[in-house]
């Protein structure tokens, strides 16, 4: 790579588009659906398997446990929520999809403004959607569990307030153990993985509101700062200083959500 541009992170909610350069992370795992493309040269993914996957394209599904080597290139990432409208037929059949090449260079080419700080919220979202566009986003057909639709909405509404086992397993109309196993098996991952995923993003919507760490944390449920960084770390395989204020990056903007429909 010629030189090293500085790339940027655009926050929609529960939605990350991202382009940087540059990017090792630890192994880790997280409810996110990932979209990562490299701009110049392939990466590597090695699996909780330790099998390694060098692509220049990839779909990760939620849960899915990786160490991420781009430490060669500029890669552009997109997360989004596998519940969300946008995830459509972006739906993971297998363990992660590979993305085909013209798939990939139409996206090298729509993520270009993430490196020439260009882009703000309005546009970035604009490509955030064509990336997807690209991946043939329509409806999904997958059918939700309702009494788990009802939990989550009952857990948006009480968080960052302590939400117990107990509470949604009344609020379902289900036993606990019941309860639990319908939840991982309709959201991926176990319920106090996605707590902690919702407090990581209340927290990052008091930074965009001008908040600082150590208050944002507090705020969003987790006992200290040091907590905070140890569960970003943990779901992102990075410290959260990487994205808040990293000198890597030119623009880190935290979006308006309102133009999606949630749950």
Same mark, same amino acid.
């Given at each position: 790579?010629?030189?090293?541009?500085?790339?940027?992170?655009?926050?929609?909610?529960?939605?990350?588009?991202?382009?940087?350069?540059?990017?090792?992370?630890?192994?880790?795992?997280?409810?996110?659906?990932?979209?990562?493309?490299?701009?110049?040269?392939?990466?590597?993914?090695?699996?909780?398997?330790?099998?390694?996957?060098?692509?220049?394209?990839?779909?990760?599904?939620?849960?899915? %446990?990786?160490?991420?080597?781009?430490?060669?290139?500029?890669?552009?990432?997109?997360?989004? $929520?596998?519940?969300?409208?946008?995830?459509?037929?972006?739906?993971?059949?297998?363990?992660?999809?590979?993305?085909?090449?013209?798939?990939?260079?139409?996206?090298?080419?729509?993520?270009?403004?993430?490196?020439?700080?260009?882009?703000?919220?309005?546009?970035?979202?604009?490509?955030?959607?064509?990336?997807?566009?690209?991946?043939?986003?329509?409806?999904?057909?997958?059918?939700? $569990?309702?009494?788990?639709?009802?939990?989550?909405?009952?857990?948006?509404?009480?968080?960052?307030?302590?939400?117990?086992?107990?509470?949604?397993?009344?609020?379902?109309?289900?036993?606990? $153990?019941?309860?639990?196993?319908?939840?991982?098996?309709?959201?991926?991952?176990?319920?106090?993985?996605?707590?902690?995923?919702?407090?990581?993003?209340?927290?990052?919507?008091?930074?965009?509101?001008?908040?600082?760490?150590?208050?944002?944390?507090?705020?969003?449920?987790?006992? $200290?700062?040091?907590?905070?960084?140890?569960? %970003?770390?943990?779901?992102?395989?990075?410290?959260?200083?990487?994205?808040?204020?990293?000198?890597?990056?030119?623009?880190?903007?935290?979006?308006?959500?309102?133009?999606?429909?949630?749950?």
């Amino acid at each position: 790579m010629d030189g090293k541009r500085k790339g940027s992170l655009f926050y929609f909610g529960e939605r990350i588009l991202l382009g940087t350069q540059g990017l090792v992370t630890e192994p880790h795992s997280h409810y996110a659906v990932s979209i990562l493309v490299s701009k110049q040269s392939p990466f590597q993914l090695v699996t909780k398997e330790k099998e390694t996957i060098e692509t220049e394209g990839i779909i990760i599904p939620p849960n899915f %446990f990786h160490r991420l080597e781009a430490s060669h290139t500029e890669i552009v990432v997109i997360q989004l $929520d596998p519940k969300s409208e946008e995830y459509k037929k972006i739906e993971m059949k297998d363990r992660y999809s590979l993305l085909d090449k013209p798939s990939i260079q139409t996206i090298q080419s729509l993520a270009e403004p993430l490196f020439t700080n260009t882009l703000n919220c309005q546009t970035a979202r604009k490509v955030y959607e064509e990336i997807l566009e690209v991946l043939g986003s329509t409806k999904s057909n997958k059918e939700w $569990d309702q009494r788990i639709n009802v939990a989550v909405k009952k857990i948006k509404e009480t968080l960052p307030n302590p939400i117990s086992l107990a509470v949604l397993s009344k609020e379902t109309g289900i036993s606990k $153990d019941r309860f639990m196993h319908l939840f991982k098996e309709n959201m991926g991952i176990p319920l106090r993985q996605y707590l902690l995923w919702q407090r990581l993003h209340i927290a990052a919507r008091l930074l965009q509101n001008g908040e600082n760490l150590t208050t944002a944390s507090h705020a969003a449920g987790f006992s $200290d700062q040091a907590h905070l960084s140890r569960t %970003f770390k943990k779901m992102f395989g990075v410290k959260p200083s990487l994205f808040l204020g990293g000198s890597h990056l030119t623009n880190v903007c935290f979006c308006e959500t309102n133009p999606y429909m949630e749950l």
